[in-house]
């Protein structure tokens, strides 16, 4: 990218992240950046949607170092997963997806990107992506939307995830739906575990909806 | 704070940090920054400590936002506990810590800092601190070392916490603890379950180790 003279890193992310927006657009494909805290989940939705949604969709993962997440992708069907390696950035940043899109395979309806594993940092940047879906896990306790408030303002979507645990543990499920509604009162919510396949049709429903009206 | 002129972020950060170490040193405490995902049980840690260490101690906790974890404390007996709210920021800073040593009550032996949830951005600020000390969990899943280095480069403790769910969960702990040997070959690691109580004996001799060689 050439240096933007004159304008703050704020305002030059916020451009990239349009220029993504009309690549992502022109190829007719939907985004969904995909927040949520280490081990939530987010890779595991991914496997789990590789076999079971029905459109064609391919991922970007972000991660501080590896690229194991996406290798286990690849391994659960999915060809087209591209790995960013933000080395030792806390986040996906816009030049980094803008760079990765000019390598990927653009021949799909859906692009799923996951930010790398952190509750607050990612939800600051708008990488170009059409919403933000914040994940959630049961083990991590319920108090999480009450204290890491800014990516519940901005998610349309939240997947509270590994509901098969809540047997196991005391997680009072209906406040955080609470506390959601609190922060965003139109937010869509889905309780999901790859174990019994919970949440998954709706959420895969939501998806399609969602892409009727891009 | 004056601010110095001529001084990067960087060198002012670690200014104030040295000021909190000197500070802590004089008044004869012994501090550890305590840093791991949301979720992975620091507040639980902390609650169990306070029932079973047999120290004076303190808290200063971090979140993003509310003092739930602060409150959590004073509840478990623990009546020197102070919440920190970041306002949206994704760690606990120097400066933060400074403000907050001129309030608290510094007739303790040891002060625990719990930073705030994320694997991430925590590991790049010396506090003052006398040792980061690194939370894992069970739940998270076992790539965690890899994918998130910085901590556990700087770490000299590792804790893995939650085992009691190891039964349940397909979580390789040996190749975890041989993941963080690789990043520290000295680091210290301790399975602990705050349900069984596994583990917290060797980390309470662990903390009355190090402070005699404060």
């Not at 692009?111 to 708008?126: A, K, Q, R, T, W």
């Not at 575990?193 to 998954?200: C, L, Q, Y």
Request: with cysteine; proline share 3%.
């Amino acid at each position: 990218m050439k240096k933007k003279i004159g304008l703050s890193a704020y305002e030059q992310n916020n451009q990239i992240a349009s220029e993504n927006r009309q690549f992502l657009y022109k190829k007719g494909i939907f985004a969904i950046n995909i927040i949520g805290s280490p081990g939530c989940g987010k890779t595991s939705i991914l496997e789990y949607t590789a076999g079971k949604f029905d459109k064609s969709f391919g991922v970007i993962i972000g991660d501080v170092k590896t690229a194991l997440d996406s290798d286990r992708l690849i391994k659960a069907g999915n060809n087209f997963s591209y790995a960013i390696e933000t080395g030792g950035g806390c986040h996906i940043s816009p030049l980094m997806l803008k760079d990765k899109l000019n390598e990927v395979n653009t021949d799909i309806d859906y692009l799923f990107i996951e930010n790398v594993g952190n509750l607050v940092c990612p939800s600051s940047f708008d990488l170009g992506e059409n919403f933000k879906v914040a994940v959630l896990s049961v083990p991590e306790g319920d108090e999480k939307v009450r204290k890491y408030p800014s990516l519940f303002l901005k998610a349309e979507a939240v997947i509270i995830n590994k509901v098969d645990l809540l047997d196991f543990m005391d997680y009072d499920i209906d406040q955080v739906e609470k506390d959601c509604l609190t922060h965003n009162p139109k937010v869509k919510i889905f309780r999901t575990s790859i174990k019994t396949g919970e949440g998954f049709p709706e959420w895969f429903e939501f998806l399609s909806e969602k892409r009727e009206h891009f």
